[in-house]
């Protein structure tokens, strides 16, 4: 019974991507990311959790795997997709984020933009296809993990949600900053550079010290500027993982 506590956790991430999905595709993204940083949290965990009980199994690395492409791959690119198709949309028709759109209302001769947040899906299934086969990943990632790229994305609709502003909209909704986004994101996914990884192999400060001021750091940050603290921690995240000595 304890070799699936770890299984347990990897299949609470999977079950709040499924359930993200059904919110985004409903037009709510504001609940939708919610879950999806719920599913953050468990994926944080079920590593660890399998490491200090000593149950690391072969399936738990494909469960896991198969939650994050579930959480962190589908769930971006159908969220990019709807920002994209609300980009196009005028002013006055956009209500926000709100459950009143779905992909059903979408008609054939629609405009080809908003599939463009569907590389974001692509690009993270070979992410983490590259991940499961890659030996250099153990202690650092090659190339933007999956789940700090959502977190990139996510964070979009919530700043606009909770602290909205003219020019933020402008910006947010503005097709080609979501296109290039959507392009750069996908690229940062599998580019070859060294990024430090987040998960914790074990408590120990000194072995997880840039971990620990990294993530308290960002927490400061949240609490102080909210959501639209997330994308200057992402950047920030892969400018301290290049200059940092590996």
Known sequence: MKKQIPNLITVLNLLCGCLAILFVVSGDLVISSFLVIAGMFFDFFDGLVARLLHVQSKLGVQLDSLADMVSFGVVPGLMMFQLLNKSLMPQELRTGFEATETLKEFEPGMSFIPFIGMLIIIASAYRLAKFNIDTRQSDNFIGLPTPANTLLIISLPL???????????????????????TIVSSLLLNAEIKLFSLKFKSWNFNSNQVRYIFLALSIAAIIAIKFIAIPFIIIIYIIVSLLRKS
């Open 159 to 181: 700043i606009f949600h909770y602290q909205y502003s003219p020019f933020l909209e402008r910006v947010i909704f503005n097709h080609w900053f979501l296109i290039a986004l």
